[in-house]
């Protein structure tokens, strides 16, 4: 279970006040209301739960305030001038997406309370806005990765074409699974960035090696389609060889009880037999449609 902690600032003395606090007591209903909220924590609670009046002029409020600083409680939610109110909100594990969604939707129920100033932080929400900075920066160096492959694939070769051609095998994998992050957790994270940059490095891998012994056979002289058969001949089953081994390994992560490895198990094998289908049957058909002109 994680916290989201919210941080309730108003004049010296106001959660003093029976109107104010009547305010905080709405607040927190409202907020343990939310979808997958466990339970809310703060003052309006503790308040309501002591049997404080939150009538007349405040006084059995200063009364409940004083026990809780007896017990050495009030300082988890409120701060000495009672100007500073402390509201924890307890969720479980929503991923870094999902949480900052319920972080927004807490930050403007909160500013609905009047003449308060409203922060929100603790340590899983400043933890996740990194996650989720880190996802994006990942999400953009991996295109930027896919751009440079391809340009040092065409610089290698020394054809635009081919470069083209290897732009597909390479991008099919990626593709889907980028799709299956989507429907597997509903958002893109580190974990998954990284399972795609190494499956974009072995498909890409493969698709050289072919490409390679395709480029030989056509320097020889030998027509396309029987340098194609020859590659997928001479370097298909070292290819299957190794993304067999690559799929077998990585499935044993698949029935982990810890979910990160699970997706690393179960995405990483997924994608990486895709980019074995893709060299093996959709290169050879892309090239024999669309290879370099005799």
């Known amino acids: 279970v994680l916290s989201l902690e919210l941080e309730l600032t108003c004049e010296r003395g106001c959660f003093d006040q029976p109107a ?13 209301t939310l979808p997958d909220v466990r339970t809310v924590i703060g003052p309006g609670v503790i308040a309501h739960a002591s049997g404080s009046s939150l009538d007349g002029d405040g006084e059995g409020l200063r009364r409940s305030w004083r026990r809780l600083d007896e017990l050495g409680l009030r ?3 409120l701060d000495d001038a009672h100007a500073i109110a402390h509201v924890s909100v307890r969720v479980p594990d929503l991923g870094g997406v999902a949480f900052e969604r319920l972080a927004a939707a807490v930050t403007e129920r909160a500013r609905m309370m009047s003449d308060v100033e409203v922060r929100v932080g603790g340590t899983t929400a400043l933890a996740y806005r990194g996650v989720n900075r880190i996802a994006d920066e990942l999400r953009r160096s991996l295109l930027l990765a896919f751009v440079v492959i391809t340009v040092t ?9 081919v470069a083209w051609i290897c732009l597909v ?8 699974g980028y799709a299956a992050i989507a429907g ?3 958002h893109f994270d580190p974990l998954g960035g990284i399972i795609l940059a190494v499956a974009l490095g072995i498909a890409v891998d493969d698709t050289i090696h072919l490409m390679a012994r395709v480029q030989q056979a056509r320097r020889a002289g030998i027509d396309r389609e029987a340098a194609i058969r020859g590659a997928i001949a001479g370097s298909g089953r070292a290819c299957t060889i190794t993304s067999a081994a690559l799929v077998a390994g990585l499935l044993t992560f698949a029935g982990s009880s810890f979910p990160p490895l699970r997706l690393l198990g179960g995405l990483g094998a997924c994608v990486i037999a895709i980019a074995w289908i893709c060299d093996l049957w959709l290169l050879p058909a892309v090239l024999q449609l669309g290879g370099q002109r005799d």
């Open 153 to 161: 694939i065409a610089l290698a070769f020394r054809s635009l074409r």
């Open 20 to 32: 104010k606090v009547a305010e905080l007591v709405a607040l927190e209903r409202e907020l343990a």
């Open 169 to 176: 095998p390479n991008a099919v994998p990626l593709v889907v």
């Open 184 to 186: 597997w957790q509903g």
């Open 75 to 77: 300082a988890a939610v």
